[in-house]
């Protein structure tokens, strides 16, 4: 990947935490720019890209276990200043003649820790604070030259120090939530051992990548992007239209699968928030009648992308067409990828030159774009707040994630014009009632699920009824790898309910979802 520009860069090495990425945004939120690298890059590589600092991760195995993840000690020697967190601090110990040893005293979850010597890393936080710590091994004796700043009832060296090399390390994990004063202990090190300077802000982002996005297409250049509705390609979109004005194309193809209101959102806030130009491709019909008679969830998401790879086809001709008449060609197409789907994907290297049917999905094989992806180096709370800075409308940057297939996987059974406006109206009811209570920004995503084949008794004034059931799922995560059903307040589910059951009167019951992730997914289907 390249280096934003002007910024300071922290390399945050993985040896297989699950909390690398977490780290990485960690890093971010002290202003200072940083990227993943996994274990096996060599160190000559990593400072190559001349580096401020250098981050170990913490990671799954002991340091003495069988083909365990090492690292080449010249790191600790090359000038950089690194910091070692849990695994990583360990490596640290025992790369530079330190004891690391196998006690038999494991550590696991909130640990109280003692601040023996606050040296500069640990200066004005508490003497005695609780930390998560999750580890096997410990550390017995500290390299020669480091100061030994903290401890544990079981672990003599739980943090040290070398300021003087730039070298430092604790043996918790300072990026969770559960560790007190954990980000103030990493911006010690980023801000006064290693001298990293705080110059990564969204002001600045957004203005770096409007730059390098008009560099890329040039004067003269077309793009296209294809609209979601979602904040990734809103504020792709609203970038690229910064950069290059109406030279950018914006297909948005309503397959009539979307929540109450959102069509209209794009085209009436979104087009008057940017002034981008927009086609709107109207495929409802198209998709209902594909979707007919379908009940298995695998074949209506493959229904649900093979219609709209056709759908945002014959819109993407209507924009060639009318470019072609000028005697024009688009050859970039603007995509909304995030930095963990880069991560995911297997890190950086990533094509610039691709066949478009890999992606968006589908436009004809013999159309060659050069992808346009402003959003690349960007975690999802960054996209956020560059998408205001930007001066998109809260309620699209703010959205919660909607899946591709959109209400057509919230249908437990055929989708038809008839279940989709029942479900619309009660999600709609359920996104009014979170929005009220003030926890739109606290709730990750909240799908409300039909039962569309299944029928329940109710009683409504004196008669019975048999109506629909709704389940809501409201989940709290970072990142939709791992999620927890979120704890709503008695009252807010009581007036979601109570909405839903008098309003939609084809719904006579309400469910709550309180299943984490794993073992279940978020969507249903």
Request: charged residues 25%.
């Amino acid at each position: 990947m390249t280096q934003p520009a002007e910024h300071d860069l922290v390399l945050v090495v993985d040896f297989g935490a699950q909390y690398a990425q977490l780290i990485a945004r960690r890093v971010r939120e002290a202003r200072v720019y940083s990227e993943i690298v996994p274990h096996t890059m060599p160190v000559a590589e990593m400072l190559a890209r001349n580096p401020k600092a250098i981050i170990l991760s913490g990671g799954p195995s002991s340091v003495y276990a069988e083909g365990a993840p090492g690292i080449d000690t010249g790191v600790f020697t090359a000038g950089v200043p690194v910091f070692g967190m849990c695994y990583g601090f360990q490596l640290m110990a025992k790369g530079l003649g330190g004891e690391v040893a196998h006690t038999g005293a494991r550590e696991y979850g909130r640990t109280p820790v003692s601040v023996t010597e606050p040296g500069t890393l640990l200066a004005g936080i508490p003497v005695e604070h609780k930390v998560w710590m999750s580890h096997g091994d410990s550390v017995a004796q500290a390299p020669e030259g480091f100061t030994v700043l903290a401890s544990t009832d079981v672990t003599p060296v739980a943090a040290f120090e070398d300021v003087d090399r730039g070298l430092a390390g604790v043996q918790w994990h300072p990026e969770v939530l559960h560790s007190e004063h954990g980000q103030k202990v990493l911006e010690h090190f980023l801000h006064h051992i290693a001298g990293a300077r705080q110059t990564w802000t969204m002001l600045n982002i957004a203005e770096e990548q409007i730059e390098r996005v008009r560099e890329q297409i040039g004067d003269s250049g077309l793009a296209i992007c294809g609209l979601s509705g979602g904040v990734d390609s809103a504020v792709a979109a609203a970038i690229v239209q910064r950069a290059i004005g109406e030279r950018l194309h914006c297909v948005f193809v309503d397959h009539g699968l979307l929540r109450e209101g959102e069509a209209e959102q794009v085209e009436r806030d979104f087009v008057a928030a940017t002034g981008v130009n927009l086609h709107v491709y109207d495929a409802r019909e198209t998709f209902l009648a594909a979707l007919a008679g379908v009940t298995d969830p695998e074949e209506k998401r493959k229904i649900i992308g093979r219609e709209f790879i056709r759908a945002f086809e014959a819109a993407e001709v209507q924009v060639l067409g009318e470019a072609a008449e000028q005697g024009e060609k688009v050859g970039f197409l603007v995509q909304g990828t995030l930095y963990p789907d880069v991560v995911e994907s297997g890190g950086g290297a990533g094509t610039s030159n691709i066949k478009s049917h890999h992606n968006v999905g589908g436009l004809p094989e013999d159309l060659e774009f050069v992808l346009v992806e402003p959003l690349r180096t960007l975690f999802k709370d960054e996209v956020r707040l560059v998408g205001e800075q930007l001066g998109l409308p809260a309620e699209m940057v703010w959205r919660q994630p909607f899946p591709g297939p959109g209400l057509g996987i919230r249908i437990i059974g055929e989708v038809t014009a008839e279940r989709l406006d029942i479900l619309r109206r009660a999600d709609a009811i359920a996104r009014q009632e979170l929005t009220r209570a003030g926890l739109d920004r606290d709730i990750w995503q909240m799908p409300v699920v039909l039962l569309a084949d299944v029928r329940s008794v109710g009683v409504q004034g004196d008669g019975r009824t048999y109506g629909h059931p709704v389940v809501i799922r409201p989940v709290t995560s970072e990142d939709a790898m791992t999620a927890d059903w979120a704890r709503l307040p008695y009252e807010v589910m009581e007036r979601i309910s109570t909405r839903i059951t008098n309003e939609v009167e084809e719904i006579n019951r309400v469910t709550l979802d309180i299943t984490s992730k794993p073992p279940g997914t978020i969507e249903w289907e």
